[in-house]
């Protein structure tokens, strides 16, 4: 595609849902990203793959995140018994070949509302 | 552990005026500088980064920043805002890894006409 895309733009769950979050990163890109964006804040990082090797999952904040990308492409954020403090929004970046210097395109992000 | 901080959570600017968004930096080694822009209900787009070859780099949109590596600094500026610069900036930084990127959190800049 021409960009990131995430889906659903805006989810909304009770506390206690499960939820999935869904990015589908430039076509060929190997290198992907997820980031948390609390309101007021900057983005911080969640996990990282590169291709469908999870390489990173140092930021994910516990035990209740868990992202996938079996097949090198899209990838999948399930946040499991969901809290008000997962409330953010989760932004999906891609990258070519993962290179330092290269660019990361971001996708619009799911804003994730718990209740 | 990197990290960047950013002076002002909100900076308002006459439009035409010089935009000034400060942004220093910790890391423990040669570091990757990045300043995004957001524009609201839009993802992150990349306006310029520095990758240790001109200290004074230049981006889209009219933007440049300079790194100052005895300041720790990298502070964005632009000679003239427009009112299409109204957006929230974020300064931020890597160690030169796999692009595991820390970010400031961010300045909102105002372009008042």
């Known amino acids: 595609g021409a960009g990131v895309s995430q889906s659903p733009r805006y989810k909304v769950a009770k506390r206690g849902q499960d939820v999935a979050l869904r990015c589908d990163p430039i076509?060929?890109?190997?290198?992907l990203f997820w980031y948390q964006q609390a309101l007021g804040q900057g983005p911080e990082f969640l996990t990282y793959f590169q291709n469908e090797a999870q390489l990173d999952k140092s930021g994910l904040p516990s035990d209740r995140f868990f992202a996938e990308r079996p097949e090198g492409s899209v990838s999948t954020l399930k946040i499991q018994r969901t809290q008000q403090e997962d409330s953010a929004v989760y932004l999906c970046a891609s990258s070519g070949t993962g290179a330092t210097n290269e660019k990361l395109f971001f996708g619009s992000g799911t804003q994730l509302s718990v209740l | 552990a990197q990290s960047v901080t950013q002076l002002g959570s909100h900076v308002s600017v006459s439009e035409g005026a010089l935009v000034l968004l400060r942004c220093n930096y910790s890391?423990?080694?040669?570091?990757?500088l990045f300043w995004y822009v957001q524009y609201p209900n839009q993802g992150l787009q990349l306006l310029l980064k520095y990758t240790s070859a001109a200290t004074l780099v230049k981006g889209i949109n009219g933007f440049e920043a300079e790194f100052k590596k005895s300041e720790t600094s990298f502070h964005l500026t632009k000679p003239s805002a427009h009112m299409s610069d109204a957006a929230e900036y974020f300064c931020?930084?890597?160690?030169?890894?796999?692009?595991?990127?820390?970010f400031g959190t961010g300045t909102k800049l105002q372009v008042i006409p």
């Open positions: 931020a930084v890597s160690d030169g890894g796999y692009q595991k990127v820390t």
């Open positions: 076509s060929g890109h190997v290198s």
């Open positions: 890391s423990s080694v040669p570091p990757y």
